[in-house]
């Protein structure tokens, strides 16, 4: 089974930045996409980015032009560069990973991570 752990969410106030980031357990070159998708309270999941193995990136409408996007295949990693940064971003953030092939094969998420945008 492949295991993502989540990381560098908290507290941050209004126009500020994180980074959060993503560990797999296995090697990220088997995922072909990596994702990051958010729950907002009393809202539905949405996607917030994406990132192909290749590093192809897409977003979603809220987060272009603040969120960037990355990986790391030689670090097995993913990151979301979170700047100017509103109360509306406060959700729990999830790592999710899809393989189409190999041993890998399957769809995965983290146990999600808290950002919470506030004065």
């Known amino acids: 089974q492949v295991q993502l752990v989540e990381s560098g969410g908290g507290l941050v106030q209004p126009g500020g930045s994180l980074r959060l980031s993503c560990v797999s357990s296995?090697?990220?070159?088997?995922?072909?996409?990596m994702v990051w998708h958010r729950q907002r309270p009393g809202k539905e999941r949405e996607l917030v980015a994406g990132?192909?193995?290749?590093?192809?990136?897409y977003y979603g409408d809220f987060a272009k032009g603040r969120f960037t996007i990355s990986r790391d295949n030689t670090k097995n990693t993913m990151s979301l560069q979170m700047d100017s940064l509103k109360p509306e971003d406060t959700a729990v953030y999830y790592c999710?990973?899809?393989?189409?092939?190999?041993?890998?094969?399957?769809?995965?998420w983290g146990q999600g991570i808290q950002v919470t945008v506030s004065s």
């Open positions: 296995v090697s990220s070159l088997s995922l072909n996409y």
């Open positions: 999710n990973a899809r393989s189409t092939s190999g041993p890998a094969r399957g769809d995965y």
């Open positions: 990132i192909t193995v290749d590093g192809t990136p």
